[in-house]
């Protein structure tokens, strides 16, 4: 006897015909057209992710093959996804492969309503600009050299904006590797967590949740490890990151580069220079003070706090 939905977990669901075909049906796809994507053995939401993580894409254009082989048959056999119905699809999958292979997460299909795929589509279209402009050189700031400790902060601020402008195997922005926010550990045999929805439109989001884990991981990690060394490469600080260069760590290097700069001199300095301008500060008012005090006394002014 199948268990009744609302007694299934997230992850069954996930993988279930009927809260597939629910989905579907609540979307607005037709009888037809749900029938012909569970003949072609589409038949849950798993099975979508499964076939299509590495080509969203495709995925559209499997749907618009469709439409054009069996659209216009007769009316009641004919298979018809709308314009509006195939942007829905592709923004569902793009939030589900998103969340299973960033985040190790699945998310609830039960919460994929028409309202709900509004932000699910702002989401798609956020991830179609950045792949559209993946790779554009003009985006990118050219780094300074880093000489020490006098232009560390300038020399990290550019860098951590540059991985912001480059996209990563996910197409995320490379930000995520080098971010310290703590995350759950995660091997090859952890199942993956249950969500409601996750908000694919922040971008700070994914750059705190995406999974240090994994062959895009890695790829992404050699990315970083790339960059700091094309950056440092015969240069006095390359020596802070060279024990990495077996592993291409770009994680690791960064955070020991950073590790180095920001160490107890670093802070020091940074609160000795603050320290000084402040002086400074208080100096040219000092110095203002003086005139303005004589002028109050020689126009005859009263003097008040």
């Known amino acids: 006897m199948q268990a009744a939905p609302a007694a299934l977990t997230i992850t069954q669901r996930y993988r279930n015909q009927d809260e597939f075909t629910a989905m579907l049906t609540r979307i607005g796809v037709t009888a037809n057209a749900r029938r012909k994507l569970i003949d072609d053995d589409f038949t849950s939401m798993e099975m979508l992710v499964l076939n299509y993580s590495n080509d969203i894409d495709a995925f559209h254009s ?7 082989t069996f659209g216009n048959g007769a009316r009641n056999s004919a298979i018809q996804f709308s314009p509006i119905i195939m942007k829905q699809l592709t923004a ?7 969340a299973v292979g960033c985040m190790h997460c699945i998310p609830n299909i039960m919460n994929i309503t028409v309202e709900a795929c509004s932000d ?3 989401a798609y279209d956020a991830y179609l600009k950045r792949k559209d402009s993946d790779g554009d050189d003009e985006a990118l700031i050219k780094l300074p050299e880093l000489k020490g400790h006098s232009n560390w902060t300038t020399y990290r601020d550019k860098f951590i904006s540059n991985l912001g402008n480059i996209n990563g195997a996910w197409n995320v922005s490379l930000l995520y590797v080098v971010d310290e926010t703590d995350r759950p550990r995660i091997t090859c045999a952890t199942p993956l967590f249950e969500v409601e929805l996750i908000n694919l439109i ?5 750059a705190s ?3 240090h884990f994994g062959p895009s991981f890695t790829e992404d990690n050699s990315k970083v490890w790339m960059l700091l060394k094309k950056s440092l490469l015969g240069h006095q600080p390359y020596h802070h990151i060279d ?8 994680r690791g290097a960064w955070l020991a580069l950073k590790a180095y700069y920001e160490g107890e001199d ?3 300095k940074t609160i000795q220079e603050n320290l000084t301008k402040l002086c400074l500060s208080l100096e040219l008012e000092g110095c203002l003070m003086v005139p303005l005090t004589i002028w109050y ?6 003097l008040t706090n």
């Open 62 to 68: 499997y749907l618009k093959g469709i439409n054009k």
């Open 297 to 302: 006394i020689s126009s005859g002014q009263r």
């Open 266 to 268: 670093f802070v020091n």
């Open 202 to 206: 922040d971008e700070d989001f994914f």
């Open 209 to 211: 949740n995406t999974t």
């Open 243 to 250: 024990e990495y260069k077996h592993a291409r760590n770009g």
């Open 120 to 122: 699910l589509i702002l």
């Open 92 to 98: 569902i999958l793009y939030h589900f492969v998103q």
